[in-house]
Antibody, heavy 121, light 107 residues
């Protein structure tokens, strides 16, 4: 069965950096777009970024992430990453990785359990 | 960015009721409109993609409709397990924005 397991969440000081990981299993990882979505406490989900499935590894970002976050993937390791730099208090959230639908239309058909990032001094 | 506006923000309903949630996009989404259900402490779950395509395993009491900018999620005969928060999301243009959510509570 499809499984996505995030890790790497932590308490980090403002201005710090953190890298999140998402280990995928149960499907052919290289065939799917992969996404990061976050959810601040008491708020709705916020789409952060996606990376394409192909060797071109095209990526797109929300304005809140562009220039500070970098999405990457290692198809050989079935893993997705989110490198986060210059972290701010407003980046505090549960971060989810999610699989994009097979046809690339952007729906998110499987989600991980999430990993908590807290940015605080 | 495409803004997604859901209404209502919350509603109270009884088991067996029919519930309708609407989602309006600030511009056309080519029907790349998805609906998710989220329960406390859990990740969102995809219910519907492409406005009206029910995901495998989702009960048929959930239906989606709409086109262009206006979309609807209907839950026919609300069940106890349906009390949750529902989000729409457009995946036509990045950023793939979500609505603010509709919380369905027990009356």
């Amino acid at each position: 069965q499809v499984q996505l397991v995030e890790s790497g969440g932590a308490l980090v000081k403002p201005g710090g950096s953190l890298t999140l990981s998402c280990e995928a299993s149960g499907f052919n990882f290289s065939d799917y777009f992969m996404h990061w979505i976050r959810q601040a406490p008491g708020k709705g989900p916020e789409w952060i970024s996606y990376i394409s499935k192909s060797y071109t590894k095209y990526a797109a970002y929300a304005d809140s992430a562009r220039g500070r976050f970098v999405i990457s993937r290692d198809n050989a390791q079935n893993s997705l990453y989110l490198q986060m730099n210059s972290l701010r208090a407003e980046d505090t959230a549960v971060y989810y990785c999610a699989r994009g639908d097979y046809y690339g239309a952007g729906s998110l058909d499987y989600w991980g359990q999430g990993t908590l990032v807290t940015v605080s001094s | 960015d495409i803004q997604m506006t859901q209404s209502p923000s919350s509603l109270s309903a009884s088991v067996g009721d029919r519930v309708t949630i609407t989602c309006r996009a600030s511009q056309a989404t080519n029907n790349n409109l998805n609906w998710y259900q989220q329960k406390p402490g859990k990740a969102p779950k995809l219910l519907m993609s492409a406005a009206s395509s029910l995901q495998s395993g989702v009960p048929s009491r959930f239906t989606g409709s709409g086109s262009g900018r206006d979309f609807t999620l209907t839950i026919n005969s609300l069940q106890p397990e349906d009390f949750a928060t529902y989000y729409c999301q457009q995946s036509y243009r990045t950023p793939h924005t979500f609505g603010q959510g509709t919380k369905v509570e027990i009356k």
